[in-house]
C-alpha cells in the first residue's frame, strides 16, 4: 500500500510541470483566452457602427411603424379630460352632463390653444377613420360651443346638432379615448368594430385592402415567373459566349441600372398606349384595324410589363453568376454517354442552376411586392398594388396608423413566406455567385 502512494506523487508532479507557459509564465490555455476575447471585442468595435446605422435606419422604422399601427392617442391628446372620463365611463347609451360639460370644456380649450396636431380637426378625423361623416359634427360643434358659457350643457350641445344623442357615436368615441387601439389592424383585413365590440366583415363598398393584398401578390408571382423564363435563356447565353461578347452583352443587362427608373416608366407609356410605338406598328403591318387599338397601359398589362423590364436584370445577375461556375464539360460528358440534349440539360444542367433561380426569384418577387412608383404611373385602377394604398394613405388621407397597419401586415406576410421558402427549400441553398 505503501508503495503505491510513492508511485503516484511523482506523476502527479510530472504533470503539473508539462502544463505549457508564456514566455511570461503564464498558461498557454488562459492566454489563448485572452488573445480570443480580445479579437471579439476588437470585432465588435469594427462592426459596431454599422449595426447602430442599422438599428437607427432600418429596425427603429419598422418598430415604429409597427408601434404606430397600434398606437393613435390624438384623441386623447386634443381632448384629454373627455378621453379619460370615457374611459371610466360604462358606454351604456348616452353620457350624462357630467360627460357633456367636459366635451364642452375640451373643445373651447382646443380652439383657444391651436397647436399642431392637437386641433379639433385632428380629434374629428381620428373618429371619422372608425365612424365616418362625423367630422364635420365636431368642427361645428367647437365652433357653436365657444358661445356656451354654464350648463345644462347636455342640452346645450344636442342643441346644435342632435346627433349628440346617437349611442353609437358615443360608443365610439369611447372606443378612441383609449390610445391603443386594433381597429386599424382590423381595418387593413376588411374588418371593423361594432357598436357592441364584436369584430365583423366590412360593407362590400369598402372591402379593398384584402382584394389588393391578394392581387398584389399574385402579380409578383406572375412577373416574377416571367422574369424566370425571359432570364434564363439570356443568362445561359452570357454564360457560354466568349468571354469579349459576354461582356459587351452584359453592358447591355447593366445599362437600366444607369437609367432614371422615372425615365424607363415613362418610356413605356410612351410605346404601350393607344397611339404608341407598339400600337402604331401593329397597325401599319395590318395587325390590327385603326379602331382595334390595344388597350396596354393604365391596366394590369401596363403594370406586368414595365415591372419585368425594371427587374429582369436582377433575375439575370443571380443566374448568372450560378451558371458562369458550372463546367461545360458536364453537359459533353452526359452527351457522350449517350444521353440526349434535352436529357442532359434536365438531369445534368438545370439542377445546378436551382440554387441561381431560387436566389432571383425571392429577390425579384420581394422587390415586386414593395413596388409603388410603376403601378402609379402605368397601372390605372385595375393595376394599383397594395403598396400604392399604403403611399395614399401617407401622403393624402394622412391616415399614418391604417398606413403603418398596411405596411405591418405586408412585412408579415413577406417574412412568412421567407419562412415557407426556406423550410420548403432551405435559404442555405441561395447562391449569388
Not at 184 to 204: K, M, N, P, W
Not at 224 to 252: D, E, F, H, K, Q
Not at 316 to 338: D, E, H, N
Request: proline share 5%.
Amino acid at each position: 500500500m505503501a508503495d503505491i502512494t510513492m508511485g503516484s506523487a511523482p506523476a502527479a508532479a510530472t504533470e503539473t510541470d508539462t502544463v505549457l507557459r508564456t514566455a511570461d509564465g503564464t498558461p498557454l490555455r488562459r492566454k489563448l483566452a485572452q488573445s480570443t476575447r480580445r479579437a471579439r471585442i476588437r470585432a465588435l468595435l469594427l462592426t459596431l457602427p454599422l449595426l447602430v446605422f442599422v438599428l437607427i435606419t432600418f429596425v427603429a422604422p419598422i418598430g415604429q411603424m409597427l408601434f404606430r399601427g397600434a398606437h393613435n392617442p390624438t384623441f386623447a391628446d386634443v381632448l384629454p379630460n373627455l378621453a379619460e372620463a370615457l374611459r371610466e365611463w360604462d358606454g351604456g347609451g348616452v353620457p350624462d352632463e357630467e360627460i357633456f360639460e367636459l366635451l364642452v370644456k375640451d373643445l373651447q380649450f382646443a380652439r383657444a390653444n391651436r397647436e399642431v396636431g392637437r386641433t379639433v380637426g385632428n380629434a374629428a378625423t381620428r373618429v371619422n377613420y372608425e365612424m365616418p361623416g362625423t367630422r364635420s359634427l365636431f368642427t361645428s360643434t367647437a365652433r357653436r360651443a365657444r358661445r356656451i358659457e354654464d350648463g345644462p350643457y347636455k342640452e346645450a350641445v344636442l342643441d346644435i346638432n342632435a346627433k349628440w344623442n346617437d349611442p353609437a357615436l358615443w360608443a365610439v368615441l369611447k372606443r378612441v379615448s383609449n390610445d391603443y387601439t386594433s381597429a386599424f389592424y382590423l381595418a387593413a383585413v376588411d374588418r371593423q368594430i361594432l357598436e357592441d365590440g364584436s369584430i365583423a366583415a366590412q360593407d362590400e363598398t369598402r372591402r379593398i385592402y384584402v382584394q389588393l393584398f391578394v392581387r398584389t401578390f399574385w402579380l409578383s408571382a406572375l412577373i416574377t415567373g416571367i422574369c424566370v423564363l425571359l432570364a434564363y435563356p439570356v443568362s445561359y447565353l452570357l454564360s457560354t459566349l466568349p468571354l469579349r461578347l459576354s461582356n459587351l452583352l452584359m453592358i447591355l443587362v447593366l445599362l437600366p441600372f444607369w437609367t432614371s427608373l422615372l425615365v424607363r416608366t415613362t418610356a413605356w407609356i410612351a410605346m404601350l398606349q393607344s397611339q404608341g410605338v407598339i400600337n402604331n406598328i401593329l397597325a401599319w403591318f395590318g395587325v390590327i384595324g385603326d379602331d382595334q387599338r390595344l388597350q396596354m397601359i393604365y391596366n394590369q398589362t401596363g403594370t406586368i410589363v414595365a415591372m419585368v423590364h425594371i427587374l429582369l436584370p436582377f433575375m439575370i445577375l443571380p443566374l448568372y453568376s450560378v451558371m458562369k461556375t458550372i463546367p461545360p464539360s458536364y453537359m459533353r460528358a452526359a452527351r457522350s454517354l449517350g444521353a440526349t440534349p434535352l436529357t442532359a440539360f434536365t438531369r445534368v444542367y438545370f439542377p445546378q442552376t436551382l440554387p441561381g433561380i431560387a436566389a432571383g426569384t425571392l429577390l425579384v418577387f420581394i422587390l415586386a411586392v414593395g413596388y409603388y412608383i410603376t403601378p402609379a404611373l402605368v397601372g390605372g385602377q385595375s393595376g394599383q398594388l397594395i403598396s400604392n394604398l399604403i403611399a395614399f394613405h401617407m401622403q393624402r388621407s394622412l391616415n399614418w396608423s391604417l398606413a403603418a397597419a398596411l405596411g405591418g401586415l405586408l412585412l408579415a406576410s413577406v417574412l412568412i413566406l421567407y419562412w415557407l421558402y426556406n423550410k420548403l427549400i432551405g435559404i442555405d441553398k441561395l447562391k449569388f455567385g
